[in-house]
């Protein structure tokens, strides 16, 4: 059974920093390119950022780039997003998903794979 299982969230003031965490099962994780895509209420998906199968390549919406950070741990499984100078746009549910290599990366109807969800809220 295919598995992600996202962690991580809560609530944090503007300008704080929260560590999301995904954890894979049930597929060869180091054959797909992983991606974090938030959505906040009443509004549509946002595709946030994303990292190649090998973890060589990184990619970031503008919105949160210079500020988030995406990495992956093959060996573990697991693919974190670093989030840092939060601001009360940022809040929203975060997803992770995963993609067997279509491109582009970006397109959230390439990734096969989808977690639950993880609320971060980001309010004073």
């Known amino acids: 059974e295919v598995q992600l299982v996202a962690s991580g969230g809560g609530l944090v003031q503007p300008g704080g920093s929260l560590r999301l965490s995904c954890v894979a099962s049930?597929?060869?994780?180091?054959?797909?390119?992983m991606t974090w895509v938030r959505q906040a209420p009443g509004k549509g998906a946002e595709w946030v950022s994303a990292?190649?199968?090998?973890?060589?390549?990184?990619f970031y919406a503008d919105s949160v780039k210079g500020r988030f950070t995406i990495s992956r741990d093959n060996a573990k499984n697991t693919v974190s997003l670093q989030m840092n100078s939060l601001k009360p746009e940022d809040t929203a549910v975060y997803f992770c998903?995963?993609?067997?290599?279509?491109?582009?990366?970006?397109?959230?109807?390439?990734?096969?794979?989808w977690g639950q969800g993880t609320q971060v809220t980001v309010s004073s």
């Open positions: 049930g597929f060869t994780f180091g054959n797909y390119d």
């Open positions: 990292i190649d199968a090998s973890g060589r390549n990184t």
């Open positions: 998903a995963a993609n067997p290599g279509r491109r582009p990366l970006a397109q959230e109807r390439n990734y096969d794979y």
